[in-house]
T-cell receptor, first 112, second 114 residues
Framework: DAKTTQPPSMDCAEGRAANLPCNHS???????VYWYRQIHSQGPQYIIH???NNETNEMASLIITEDRKSSTLILPHATLRDTAVYYC?????????????FGTGTRLQVTL | DSGVTQTPKHLITATGQRVTLRCSPR?????VYWYQQSLDQGLQFLIQ???????AKGNILERFSAQQFPDLHSELNLSSLELGDSALYFC?????????????FGAGSRLTVL
């Protein structure tokens, strides 16, 4: 799996958009970008994934640059409940051996 | 509720003892993964099973073992426990086949070794 680089921490005001960056300059053509988050001591929660097109679901949007070397997770209207550690993971999704390798992630603090 | 069930939620035991953690995957998922998260540490991959067979191994100690049964539930056995084994243990499951293969995590089992 390609290595990812994320800022260790970020702050965001409640109601504002939270933009979490991720660098994955060594990503290969068949690797997808996945985002998970872990709210204090709970099990990690899947947020979104994508290959090269921008993706949006009910939780967030994922913007992937054209060269695929970086991406941004966008939480459009952050709430206090979005305070968590956010993990950007790059991996090939298919096959029967497809574990996730978690890095240190970005600790997002949403404040009033 | 993620659909992945882990028991027990909490477990307190003594050094040298042996414990078993249990995981029931989401309905229809064939792959089960085990992760360890020590206090203020990252999530460390331990081992993965797919339809009863071991598929990938991470930093799992020799004192730890796991298996996946025909009904697809999995057990993680931790023996000769040490203080440093105190951690959250998460189980995840995935379809394990084609497609996005998203992992769904359980709520975890918190092990405290005294």
């Amino acid at each position: 799996d390609a290595k990812t680089t994320q800022p260790p921490s970020m702050d965001c005001a409640e109601g504002r958009a939270a933009n979490l960056p991720c660098n994955h300059s060594t990503i290969s053509g068949n690797e997808y970008v996945y985002w998970y988050r872990q709210i204090h001591s709970q099990g990690p929660q899947y947020i979104i994934h994508g290959l090269k097109n921008n993706e949006t679901n009910e939780m967030a949007s994922l913007i992937i640059t054209e060269d695929r070397k970086s991406s941004t997770l966008i939480l459009p209207h952050a709430t206090l409940r979005d305070t968590a550690v956010y993990y950007c993971i790059v991996r090939v999704p298919t096959g029967t051996a497809s574990k996730l390798t978690f890095g240190t992630g970005t600790r997002l603090q949403v404040t009033l | 509720d993620s659909g992945v069930t882990q028991t027990p939620k909490h477990l307190i035991t003594a050094t040298g003892q042996r414990v078993t953690l249990r995981c029931s995957p989401r309905s229809g998922d064939l792959s089960v993964y085990w992760y360890q998260q020590s206090l203020d540490q990252g999530l460390q991959f331990l081992i993965q099973y797919y339809n009863g067979e071991e598929r990938a191994k991470g930093n799992i100690l020799e004192r730890f073992s796991a298996q996946q049964f025909p009904d697809l539930h999995s057990e993680l056995n931790l023996s000769s426990l040490e203080l440093g084994d105190s951690a959250l243990y998460f189980c995840a499951s995935s379809p394990g086949s084609l497609g996005a293969n998203v992992l769904t995590f359980g709520a975890g089992s918190r092990l405290t070794v005294l």
